[in-house]
């Protein structure tokens, strides 16, 4: 009798153990993405708010002739890949820390501006939190990479596949980006993502370059178009 009594509370707790596990992985999986869509949405909306509330001028030209100071877990910027999905829009924030990356993706602070001369770097949650960045070993020489801070569109093309590394390997956000196949100062694009897909032991970094710019006045770039 106590043997049965034992076997049946074991497997009463197995059970409940498992329940729990699927439990946490519903809320991984489901739960964390819809709250940082939600999230990103909301990011996207705020920005698209202020940029049409009088901080850029009709023609595109922002009222302030100094640029704006990116604020740190705030979004200055909205990023789309097309490779990604036509309905692919993501908000840029400044930072990389863990609650930032909860509501987009983040820029590292050390590294350029938007479309100015250096790197560009950003990084993304691959899973878990959106998943913004699930599908980037699909990126190919070629990609267009466009984001838009509310006066200007900037379209950068990525040079070549998904290159991995180590978290440890920070020259890929360098200026002139380490193994990127780059040899002199330009404009350029990084992005990050973890490695293996719901590990972290590795980094998959893409690179690009600008190629084009133009007035948000003058309507979405070709990239955006098709």
């Not at 924030?93 to 938007?114: F, I, M, V």
């Not at 984001?147 to 200026?175: A, C, E, H, K, Q």
């Amino acid at each position: 009798m106590t043997t049965r009594v034992i076997i049946r509370t074991l497997s009463e707790l197995c059970v409940t153990i498992g329940a729990l596990i699927i439990l946490l992985v519903v809320y991984l999986l489901y739960w964390t993405s819809v709250r940082a869509d939600r999230a990103m949405d909301s990011e996207i909306d705020h920005l698209q708010d202020r940029w049409s509330t009088g901080s850029v001028t009709a023609g595109g030209a922002r009222t302030s002739a100094a640029p704006p100071r990116y604020e740190p877990g705030a979004s200055f910027a909205v990023m789309y890949i097309p490779r990604f999905g036509t309905g692919w829009a993501k908000p840029v924030l400044q930072g990389t820390d863990a609650d930032t990356l909860k509501k987009g993706l983040g820029h590292y602070s050390r590294t350029a501006r938007l479309g100015a001369t250096g790197n560009f770097a950003v990084a993304g949650h691959r899973r878990t939190y959106g998943d913004p960045f699930k599908d980037f070993p699909a990126l190919r020489p070629g990609d267009a990479v466009v984001l838009t801070n509310g006066t200007t569109w900037f379209t950068y093309r990525v040079d070549r596949r998904p290159y991995r590394t180590r978290p440890s390997d920070t020259g890929v956000i360098d200026p002139v980006p380490r193994a990127s196949g780059f040899r002199r100062p330009g404009r350029y694009l990084t992005l990050t993502t973890c490695d293996p897909e719901w590990g972290h032991s590795h980094r998959l970094i893409a690179w690009a370059h600008l190629d084009a710019t133009r007035p948000v006045a003058g309507g979405k770039p070709a990239a955006l178009s098709g």
